[in-house]
């Protein structure tokens, strides 16, 4: 899987200490719709790009007793569709530990990838794109703050 990181303890993104991958695509729809420079995951676009496989990311998920969910984040995975449901399909075959998707898209532009998703037990989705000086919102679901108040995360698996 293409990466532009891993971090294997993660405490920001959600309520239970997870393995963060970090993604390394967007389109930078965000900055479209607003017309600024603002993407807060513009510095990730400088880190190169690393290939990690599947098997060894589950590995050492499994093999942390402290991680408790897998957060897919960074710019967007969903700009990388197929690896990300490859990579669910291999790890729901050791574990249904939470996988947690950030998405800057809206739930409605990706009917299509939810649908699928669906099919896969214990998925979170946080819908929503960014939005410069909006204010922040716990998210109950997540446990954490979002960026912008029209950020929200569902359950779909």
Excluded: W
């Excluded at 990690?52 to 897998?70: C, F, G, H, M, Q």
């Excluded at 897919?72 to 530990?97: A, C, H, Q, W, Y």
């Excluded at 716990?138 to 703050?145: S, Y």
């Amino acid at each position: 899987m293409q990466l532009r990181g891993l971090v294997d303890e993660d405490f920001v993104n959600y309520k239970k200490a997870s393995m963060f991958l970090i993604f390394p695509y967007c389109s930078f729809k965000c900055e479209k719709d607003c017309g600024i420079k603002c993407c807060q995951n513009s510095e990730v676009t400088k880190l190169p790009i690393i290939n990690v496989s599947d098997d060894e990311i589950i590995e050492r998920y499994l093999d942390n007793p402290i991680t408790k969910a897998i957060v897919l984040g960074g710019m967007e995975p969903l700009d990388s569709f197929g690896e990300v449901i490859n990579f669910i399909r291999k790890l729901r075959s050791k574990t249904d530990d939470m996988v947690v998707i950030y998405t800057g898209y809206k739930e409605e532009e990706i009917t299509l990838y939810t649908d699928i998703l669906k099919h896969y037990p214990n998925i979170i989705v946080k819908f929503g794109r960014f939005i410069p000086n909006d204010a922040h919102k716990f998210d109950e679901i997540l446990g954490v703050m979002l960026a912008s108040a029209n950020q929200y995360a569902k359950k779909i698996g």
